[in-house]
């Protein structure tokens, strides 16, 4: 169980982080807070919040506030921010930070990266053409080391059928083997770490 604090200073905020948090499984709100006061003796193993993370007790946080890239810091994460979203962010976006912060790893945009490394990183390349929902599909089943034959059972496909997606894929990608094609893929986020 992950115990939660939720704090933001507008009461519709919390009541719609109250919400979200209610139906995800194994989430225990410890609190509902106005500020961070009292925060810290509830010992949360994660804290959501609006508000600014330097008033923050130290302990893993999810920020949802408004602003551009550039608003982490390396302060900040040794503050305890391990995610930062804009207040509009998904359901399914904030349930990853939550989960994210709360096995104390750090889930930060692209964008801040690139800042971070000092340089931009590579960028897609755009004429490169897309890889169709079935080839992504098999793309993903090969990544897991499933076999041409367990492929075309698991999709209800010909095995035939799945050696054309499969070349299809590798030309696509401009890869030679299998494995080099999994790997590019997960490069261009094709395949889910």
């Keep these: 169980m992950t115990r939660l604090v939720i704090v933001a200073s507008s009461a519709v905020a919390r009541a719609g982080l109250e919400a979200l948090a209610a139906s995800i499984p194994g989430l225990v709100i410890a609190a509902s807070l106005p500020d961070y006061e009292g925060a810290e003796e509830l010992r949360p193993d994660v804290i959501v919040t609006t ?83 079935r080839e992504r599909e ?24 799945v050696k054309f997606h499969v070349a299809s894929i590798l030309a696509k990608l401009g890869a030679a083997t299998r494995t080099e094609a999994v790997s590019i893929g997960m490069r261009r986020g094709l395949v889910p770490l």
């Design 138 to 161: 098999v793309l993903r089943m090969v990544a897991d080391g499933a076999a041409n034959k367990v492929i075309a059972w698991k999709l209800g496909l010909s095995e035939h059928t």
């Design 51 to 133: 508000e600014r993370w330097e008033d923050a007790p130290e302990r893993p946080l999810v920020m949802l506030a408004d602003g551009e890239p550039g608003v982490w810091t390396v302060d900040a994460v040794r503050h305890g921010v391990r995610a930062m979203l804009p207040r509009v962010a998904s359901h399914e976006a904030i349930v990853s930070a939550i989960d994210a912060a709360s096995n104390d790893l750090v889930l930060v945009d692209p964008r801040e990266m690139e800042g971070w490394l000092g340089a931009r990183l590579p960028a897609p390349d755009e004429d490169a053409p897309e890889l169709t929902a």
